[in-house]
């Protein structure tokens, strides 16, 4: 049974919403590297320590979403059900994913986001440590899931594999919108890319690639 959050609860997420959206529109506008932490803080209405009590780092005011998504994919594989594999599960929750961007204002984040991202090299090793980090948790959970020891090789080449599928998803999601792909058609295709990949790896590579020469 849900429980509906408490005021104060729901007050500290207002609080952390606003600090978000603000710093994203001052981001947007003049590019990450531009706005100091100090900025945001007036934009929002709030100091400067409490911007740092609900995000540690400056990054964390544009990554803040990725936590909750390595909660969420964890979840999916460790709560698959009996008889699915890991890759299986992987994929659908992936793919899943993709629906969200069947809307205009989600497409138009990702365009933003990419123009943010790429044009400040703070945030794009940000980002790779996210995705390590992502990687690290996962190689970790198949380990468990498998039963493998700790010197197997196996659930790291499987995360990399898997995580690889997401990274390449979200390169061509945001060259995608940044190229003016309509909305209505950017899940679609981003699913298309997705069920391609997904399908490489559940064939495995022994016959991609073959030289013909």
Do not use: C, W
Not at 24 to 52: H, I, K, M, N, Y
Not at 115 to 125: C, N
């Amino acid at each position: 049974m849900s429980v509906e959050p408490g005021l104060r609860e729901r007050k500290k997420q207002q609080t952390r919403s606003a600090i978000a959206q603000a710093a994203l529109r001052l981001f947007a506008d003049r590019g990450f590297d531009a706005v100091s932490v100090a900025e945001v803080a007036r934009a929002a209405d709030v100091s400067v320590a409490t911007v740092f009590n609900y995000f540690p780092t400056k990054e964390d005011l544009v990554y803040e979403r990725m936590e909750a998504f390595e909660e969420a994919l964890l979840a999916a594989i460790r709560e698959r059900a009996r008889g699915e594999s890991i890759l299986s599960a992987f994929g659908r929750f992936i793919l899943e994913r993709t629906q969200q961007a069947a809307t205009p204002d989600v497409s138009e984040r990702v365009a933003t986001l990419a123009r943010m991202v790429t044009a400040s090299p703070a945030l794009m090793t940000r980002e790779l440590q996210v995705v390590a980090r992502y990687t690290d948790s996962l190689a970790r959970l198949i380990a468990e899931e498998t039963g493998a020891s700790a010197d197997d090789p196996e659930p790291r080449v499987a995360a990399e594999a898997l995580m690889s599928v997401h990274r390449a998803l979200i390169d061509f999601a945001r060259r995608s919108a940044l190229a003016g792909r309509p909305s209505s058609r950017l899940a679609g295709d981003i699913r298309v890319q997705g069920e391609r990949a997904l399908a490489l790896l559940e064939r495995g590579l022994r016959d991609y690639g073959v030289a013909q020469r």
